[in-house]
């Protein structure tokens, strides 16, 4: 008799993880490279900025894997808003590692259209930083709420 494979789902088995690959890590690497400039300028900027986006990209990164957990076991889930909010205040790197290796929000296109813009707000800030905030001041002008 031949036994057939049996296949599971993604989410089937509780070990079941991704990976994060090489170019994970060098995407990470290089969307981090504009924020880290940015923050090199203020004096301790780097040490601080760097301390407090460890510790919440980690909340973040456990506040994909609770939510996770939560959607295995069928309970009350973490509203996808208040994961967002976590990206925006500076866990977006966690959230980034969260997606690939927990393979959690990381199918919903609405989702991670939200999840990019905020990874872009990022960027565009450090960068504008970077140029002595050229565009926001542009954009106020522009507005009649700022003026040289």
């Not at 031949?2 to 969307?31: C, F, H, M, V, Y």
């Not at 880290?36 to 980690?58: D, K």
């Not at 967002?84 to 989702?111: D, N, T």
Request: glycine share 6%; net charge positive.
């Amino acid at each position: 008799m031949e036994q057939k494979e049996q296949r599971r789902s993604p989410g089937a088995n509780s070990r079941d993880r991704g990976r994060i690959t090489l170019a994970n890590i060098l995407l990470l690497a290089a969307l981090l490279v504009l924020p880290l400039l940015a923050l090199q300028r203020f004096s301790n900027g780097l040490l601080r900025g760097s301390i407090y986006a460890v510790v919440t990209s980690g909340i973040t990164y456990l506040a994909y894997g609770w939510d996770k957990q939560q959607a295995r076991e069928k309970q009350w889930r973490m509203p996808e808003a208040k994961l967002h909010i976590m990206e925006l205040i500076g866990g977006w790197p966690g959230a980034f590692l969260a997606q690939r290796r927990l393979r959690h929000k990381c199918s919903k296109v609405s989702y991670l259209v939200v999840f990019w813009l905020i990874v872009l707000a990022y960027q565009l800030a450090a960068f504008d930083s970077l140029q002595e905030w050229k565009w926001v001041r542009a954009a106020l002008e522009a507005t009649g709420k700022f003026s040289k």
